[in-house]
């Protein structure tokens, strides 16, 4: 047993070795075909998390100084409570501000320690009667001339700059990713399948004196599902980047203040990491099975 | 060992291989398939060893029926039918030593085992003290050597040999022909096709003749013609 596994490890590299070309260009096309894969769920999930804020019919957000006083503020309740164009609302205050803030930067206690809830801005969620876009603007500019008011984010405005932006990213991303997995997945297919044209003779041998199928397509088998994983374990560092650099640039960006909340956390990362993983190896297993199969089955 | 039982094999363009053969074979016994070239010697063998399938008939082969089997089955059938060729198929390289270990070594066999036989089949072959050269460096007849080792070093129940001293001159010839035959007496049954008029006829073995895939004759102790 154990030199049989001493075997196919043996095989598996010394083949690898062979083809060294083939091998990193194989290699190389799945890493930035993950990669792509990586970035375009990264932004979707940074996008949902974002209009996270948006959801159950809230339109606009009144966000508050946070140094506004209770006058002011209560003037603002007054209006909510009382005008029939609002339906509904939900406050958060600043400490639910804060929690939230810690919530959506759990991986950055730095910038956690750096606020205290004294800081936040509270908020008001408005659900208007009516969400058509143009009402919703004209109100929301109402409330932004109202004293002690900082700021007003419009779904409209704010929802549609992310979730334009994270489809029209995250679509093109995952369709030039796909195709690249089709490619890695042909590339993987053919550098097994110059492999075991190398060793034709081999095989041919292999089957005169009786070896099974299976353990001589297990090393092939191996060197494909090798070259998805190392090419997923490539993709991983560059999954870090795009959340640390892309991503982290959005958040401190102040041209929309709704891009604050585009931040994913690390265990999502992680998470995805592991999914390009067995994309990956999967691809890599699939595409060599296909060249073994297709050269053995004469 | 072998039984065949009305068998024919047709390839593409209705050429006819083998028409309606039938022949039993014991256990130990040493055939010679001759014929002309085209005659379906290569593909008689080639049906034991189920690289071929047959369209008619039935090939039983240790007692399994070798058409029926399933096709994971068949790498266990092989294991017990060494097979050697007129060009050798040795792997270049791989040392003479290497090449009969890999025998072995594909099968599953255990290092401790494939330690002790590969130098107990060189010495049977009288190679041992060339172990460790490369093929191209061995002349045709130790080339041959080498591939009836690999061929028997896992003592398979049949040896099949496809012209196996088709490349040789006669002195080497019969050199094979001698440890063939010792390996015959050791209780393995061989299978041999040949064009070798003089091999034939000193070794006065059974005899199948085919002519255009029919089975002409059948002797016992017979010659070439
Ligand atoms: N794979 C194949 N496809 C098509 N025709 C084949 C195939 N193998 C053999 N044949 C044909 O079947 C017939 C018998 O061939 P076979 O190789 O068995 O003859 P043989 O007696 O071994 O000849 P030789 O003495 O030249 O080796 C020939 O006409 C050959 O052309
Ligand atoms: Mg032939």
Redesign the interface.
């Known amino acids: 047993m154990l030199?049989?596994l001493w075997?196919y490890v043996r095989e598996t590299f010394v083949s690898l070795w062979r083809n060294l070309s083939l091998t990193v260009a194989a290699i190389l096309t799945v890493a930035i075909s993950l990669s792509l894969v990586g970035a375009s769920l990264l932004i979707r999930e940074g996008a949902d998390r974002a209009t996270a804020q948006f959801q159950e019919g809230v339109e606009f957000i009144v966000f508050m100084r946070a140094d506004a006083s209770a006058d002011q503020d209560g003037a603002i309740r007054d209006v909510l409570d009382n005008s029939p164009a609002i339906l509904g609302y939900s406050y958060v205050d600043k400490a639910a501000a804060y929690a939230e803030f810690q919530e959506l930067f759990s991986d950055k206690p730095e910038l956690v320690e750096s606020v205290t809830a004294e800081v936040m801005p509270p908020s008001y969620r408005i659900v208007p009667a009516n969400p058509d876009a143009g009402n919703v603007a004209e109100m929301a500019r109402q409330f932004g001339e109202q004293p002690g008011v900082k700021e007003v984010a419009t779904a409209t405005d704010a929802i549609r700059q992310i979730e334009d932006f994270s489809n029209r990213v995250s679509q093109a991303l995952l369709v030039a990713a796909v195709v690249l997995v089709g490619v890695s997945a042909l590339l993987i297919l053919n550098t097994v399948f110059t492999a075991i044209g190398a060793r034709r003779?081999?095989i041919?041998?292999?089957?005169?004196?009786?070896?099974?199928?299976w353990?001589?397509r297990i090393p092939f088998m191996l060197e494909g599902t090798i070259h998805g994983l190392i090419g997923a374990a490539l993709a991983v560092p560059a999954l870090f980047v795009v959340d640390d650099r892309v991503l982290a640039y959005f958040q401190e960006s102040d041209a929309v203040p709704l891009f604050r909340g585009f931040a994913v956390p690390e265990g999502f990362v992680w998470d995805t990491s592991i999914w390009l993983l067995v994309i990956g190896g999967v691809v890599g297993m699939i595409g060599s099975a296909v060249a073994v199969t297709r050269y053995m089955d004469v | 060992m072998i039984r065949l039982e009305g068998v024919s094999k047709v390839f593409k363009g209705d050429v006819v291989a083998l028409k309606n053969a039938s022949a039993e074979i014991q256990r130990g016994e040493f055939v010679f398939l001759v014929g002309p070239s085209g005659s379906g010697k290569s593909t008689f063998i080639r049906l034991l060893n189920r690289e071929e399938v047959a369209d008619e008939g039935r090939i039983t082969v240790a007692g399994k029926d070798v058409g029926e089997m399933s096709?994971?089955r068949v790498?266990?059938?092989?294991?017990q039918?060494g097979?050697i060729f007129q060009d050798y198929?040795l792997?270049?390289k791989k040392t003479v030593y290497e090449n009969v270990a890999?025998?072995l070594?594909?099968?599953?066999r255990?290092?401790q085992v494939i330690r002790t036989q590969v130098p107990a089949i060189l010495e049977l072959v009288g190679l041992s003290r060339k172990a460790d050269r490369l093929p191209d460096e061995l002349s045709g007849g130790e080339q041959q050597r080498v591939s009836i080792a690999?061929?028997f070093v896992?003592r398979p129940l049949i040896l099949l040999a496809d012209e196996p001293t088709g490349n040789l001159d006669p002195a080497t010839s019969v050199g094979i022909m001698r440890l063939l035959d010792r390996i015959n007496r050791s209780g393995t049954t061989v299978v041999m096709a040949t064009h070798d008029r003089s091999i034939v006829d000193t070794m006065r073995r059974r005899v199948i003749e085919l002519d255009r895939g029919v089975i002409r004759r059948d002797e016992s102790q017979g010659v070439y013609e």
Do not use: C, D, H
């Open positions: 030199s049989r075997y003779q081999e041919e041998v292999m089957k005169l004196v009786g070896a099974t199928n353990f001589i | 096709s994971w790498p266990y059938l092989r294991r039918i097979y198929k792997l270049p890999f025998g070594e594909v099968i599953g255990p290092r690999r061929a896992n």
